[in-house]
C-alpha cells in the first residue's frame, strides 16, 4: 500500500507513533550496527571496491523486480534528485566504508559514523537554510573533539589513522544526503519502499560497471570466497536495501536529524562486534564516543 506524505500527515505521525519511530530507530542500529563487521568479513576476499560495488548490485537487484512493476508511477522528473542521494547516501560511502574497513577496526567506523547528525546540521545550516544554536554549536565543538580522538587512538597509543578521514568523509555525505531527502523527496506520493527502489536503479548500474571490471569473477570461484560472498549479499540486502527502506520511512515521520540519531545506537552495537571478534577496544575509544554522543545529544535537544 502506497504511503502519502504530506506535513500534515508528518505532524500526526509525530504525535500517533512515537513508538513505531523508536522501534525503527532501534531495528536500524542493530541493521547498521552490524554493517561494520560484516564489511570487515568481506574484506578477507574481496578488496575494497568489489566490497562496495557487490554491496550496492545486491541491494539493485532486490528492488528490480518491484521498480518493474512500478514504472508508470516512478516520477522521473526528479530522477536527478534520486541520483544525487543515492550516490550521497549510498554509492560513495559503501566505497569510503570499505576502504575505512581494510585497515580501521569496526567498532571505531561505527563510533565515527555517530558523527552524522552533526553533519546533518552542519549541512543544513550552511546550505538549507536551518538554524543552529549556540547549544548545537557547542554540540557540535564537542563532537569533533570525540572524534579527533578515536582518530588518534591507536593499539600502542595516540597515532593518526588517515583511513578514519574515509568515514569522516561518508559522514559528511550521509548529512547532504539527509537534508536533500528531507527537502526534495519527501511530499511525494510515493511509498518509502518505491522511493528507496527508484534510488537504488540510478546508482546500481554503476556499481555493476565497477564490480565487473576487475578480478571479481575470479575470486567469487574460490571455495573459501562463499562465506564473504554470503555476508556481502547480507550487507547489500539488509544493510543497504531493508534499511534505507526503513530509514526514508523513519525520514517521513520525523525531522532529519532526529533521523540520524540512530547513530546514537550503532556505535555501541559496532563495538560489541568488535569486542566478540576480538578487536582491542581501549580507553580512548570510549572517551571519543561518549564526547561525541554527549555532542549528539546537544545538537538534537535544540
Known sequence: METKTTTNQITTSKLQNPLLAW????????????S??????????FDAPQVGSLRITAA????LPFFLINLKKIPFQKAHFFLLVGCLGNLFPAYLFSLAGSKLDSGVSGALNSTTPLFTLIVGGLFFGNKITSKQTAGIILGFVGALLLILA??????????????????VFYGLNLNITKKHLTGLNLSPFLITSFIFMTI???ALVVLFSGDFIEKVQRPEALQPLFYTIILGVMGSAIAM?????????TSAVLASSV????PIVAILWGILDGETIQIQHFLGMGIILVGVYL????
Open 23 to 34: 522501534g525503527l530507530l532501534a531495528l536500524l542500529a542493530v541493521i547498521w550496527g552490524s
Open 60 to 63: 539493485f537487484l532486490f528492488f
Open 263 to 266: 547513530t546514537y545506537l550503532i
Open 245 to 253: 527502506v526503513l530509514f526514508n520511512r523513519l525520514i517521513q515521520m
Open 154 to 171: 591507536g593499539a600502542k597509543g595516540l597515532a593518526f589513522n588517515w583511513y578514519a578521514l574515509y568515514v569522516i568523509l561518508a559522514t
Open 36 to 45: 561494520f563487521i560484516l564489511v570487515k568479513k568481506s574484506l578477507s576476499i
Open 299 to 302: 545538537v538534537n535537544k535544540s
Open 204 to 206: 546500481g548500474p554503476v
